[in-house]
């Protein structure tokens, strides 16, 4: 269980932060067990796979757009298999005007 969260140790005094943390760590797992049955994948080659979308931010004098990468044809797959539209292309558009 502690390598596909990668957990390392975590030192929390309070209670609440304790039962806060072990349930984040379990929706965590959960989600990715999720994301495993749906796509009959293993999460290290899902995590590759996704990690290799970009978002890139283009500043010029005229303002600023931010734009991710293209989605390869394993992402595609990835977002088919999980009903998941692709992300928007363009997240944010800023011109400057003088």
């Given at each position: 269980m ?6 390392r140790?975590?030192?929390h ?16 797992l ?7 049955n ?10 590759d ?5 970009h ?7 005229d303002?600023?757009?931010a734009?991710r ?10 977002f ?8 928007p ?7 400057h005007t003088d």
């Open positions: 502690k390598g596909a969260l990668g957990l140790p975590v030192y005094y309070r209670e609440d932060r304790i039962r806060a943390h072990i349930q984040l760590c379990w929706l965590a959960l989600l990715i067990r999720v994301v495993e749906a796509t009959g994948d293993t999460w290290r080659n899902l995590h796979e996704l990690d290799r979308m978002l890139i931010t283009l500043a010029t004098s303002g600023r757009v734009q990468s293209a989605t390869t044809a394993g992402q595609q797959a990835i088919a298999a999980l009903s998941l539209p692709e992300p292309r363009f997240f944010d558009f800023t011109t």
